[in-house]
Each structure stands twice: as structure tokens, then as C-alpha cells.
């Protein structure tokens, strides 16, 4: 019988021998003291890394706001930017301009302010849910 290489143990943990071929190494280690050690040593080293693959495993969580996205009402919010359209073509072109400068910076801002507060409700409720405080 030819020795055992410890890729071919290797390969009977992973299961990856033909039956015949695993058979042979099974033999040959449990008549060798030397292969016994060696393929207890793999298993043991098998079973580590597995547990440590098993453990670095990402694992998204996702969390489905419950609390409506928007309590903005839509319709006078449309109605409103179409009275301004419609104000703003009949204005000078000068005044037309500064309303409209007025108006984009209120809605940044809002909007930021919107997002910024919604941002700090995720994380206090993403900190309360795993305990952790930042």
C-alpha cells in the first residue's frame, strides 16, 4: 500500500474521495498512529474554521419603517407650486428670480431638516434595538 498524503485525508474530512479510494485512507489511519494524530489534528482544525466561517457570516437585518415616509399632503403641495408657477409668469423677471431663489432655499431646507430628523429617529431606534449607544 502506497503512503497516505495529507492532501488525500484532506480530501476524505471534505468528503471529496471515491468510496473505494476513501476506504483505503480510513484503513490506513486507523492502523497508523501517526495518520490518526495527523487527520484528528485536520478534523479539529476543520471544525475551527468552519465555526469561524459560520461566525464572520454577514447577516443584513432589515427593518421596514412602520410610521408613514411622508405626512406632507400631496394635493396642496401641487396646488400650491402651480399658483406659484403661475405667479411667478406674470412677475418682472428680476422679482420672478428672487421668489424663486426664496422658494428653492426654503424647500432645501426643509427638506434637509426632514431627512436629518428622520436619519436621528433610525439611529436612536437602530441603537435601542442593539443596545448600543453612540
Not at 471534505?14 to 480510513?26: I, K, M, T
Not at 475551527?48 to 421596514?64: G, S
Request: hydrophobic share 50%; glycine share 6%.
Amino acid at each position: 500500500m502506497k503512503p497516505i498524503d495529507p492532501a488525500e485525508i484532506s480530501a476524505l474530512i471534505d468528503g471529496e474521495l471515491p468510496a473505494e479510494h476513501a476506504e483505503q485512507v480510513r484503513r490506513a489511519i486507523a492502523e497508523d498512529p501517526a495518520l490518526r494524530r495527523e487527520y484528528e489534528e485536520m478534523v479539529a482544525l476543520d471544525a475551527n474554521l468552519k465555526a469561524h466561517a459560520e461566525a464572520a457570516v454577514f447577516r443584513p437585518r432589515v427593518v421596514i419603517a412602520v410610521e408613514p415616509a411622508a405626512s406632507v399632503p400631496l394635493v396642496p403641495l401641487v396646488i400650491g407650486c402651480l399658483l406659484l408657477r403661475l405667479v411667478l409668469k406674470t412677475t418682472p423677471l428680476l422679482v420672478g428670480t428672487g421668489l424663486e431663489i426664496c422658494v428653492l432655499v426654503f424647500f432645501v431646507g426643509w427638506t434637509l431638516q426632514r431627512l436629518l430628523a428622520a436619519s436621528e429617529r433610525e439611529g436612536r431606534r437602530l441603537d435601542h434595538a442593539t443596545g448600543t449607544a453612540l
